[in-house]
C-alpha cells in the first residue's frame, strides 16, 4: 500500500493522517491515542486504542497493510510534465490512451489524454525528452 492510498482511505472513513519524516499517524477525536505506522521499518505500528466501532477496527486493518509494505512500495513513483521551453499555450506533452500517438498540447489530462508521466514513460517516449520534464506540484 502506498502512503497516499492509506491516506485517501482514512479520509474515505471521516479521519485525519499527519506525518513527519518518521511516521504517519491518524487522528480521530473518538481515539484518545493515534494509531502510528513507521516509515523507517517495516512491521512497525504504534497501537494503543480500545476497538470500539467497526470503523476502529477498519483504520487498525489499513494501518497493518501499510505496515507490512515494504518501504520501497510505499511511496508513489514522481510524475512530471514534459514542456517545451516556449510561451506557446501548447507545448505540454499528451499521448493518446487508447493508441499512444503523441503531441503537444495545453496539457489538461483527461480520459481521452496522458500529460502526466514517470521518468521511465517519457525515456520511452523519446530519452531527449527527458531534459524538458518538470516534476508534477499536487
Do not use: S
Not at 30 to 48: A, C, G, T
Not at 109 to 123: L, P, R, Y
Amino acid at each position: 500500500m502506498k502512503y497516499n492510498e492509506f491516506k485517501e482511505k482514512v479520509k474515505a472513513l471521516g479521519n485525519e493522517c499527519v506525518e513527519n519524516e518518521n511516521f504517519i499517524a491518524v487522528l480521530n477525536t473518538n481515539i484518545d491515542k493515534p494509531i502510528k505506522v513507521f516509515k523507517r521499518r517495516v512491521h512497525e505500528i504504534d497501537v494503543n486504542i480500545c476497538i470500539a466501532i467497526p470503523k476502529h477496527m477498519q483504520i487498525l486493518k489499513l494501518a497493518i497493510e501499510l505496515a507490512e509494505t515494504p518501504l520501497d512500495e510505499r511511496v508513489d513513483e514522481k510524475l512530471y510534465y514534459v514542456k517545451l521551453p516556449t510561451e506557446a499555450k501548447n507545448n505540454t506533452l499528451n499521448k493518446y490512451r487508447t493508441d499512444g500517438r503523441i503531441f503537444f498540447d495545453n496539457g489538461k489530462e483527461n480520459a481521452t489524454f496522458q500529460t502526466k508521466f514517470t521518468k521511465e514513460q517519457i525515456k520511452q517516449i523519446d530519452w531527449r525528452l527527458w531534459v524538458f520534464a518538470v516534476e508534477v506540484e499536487e
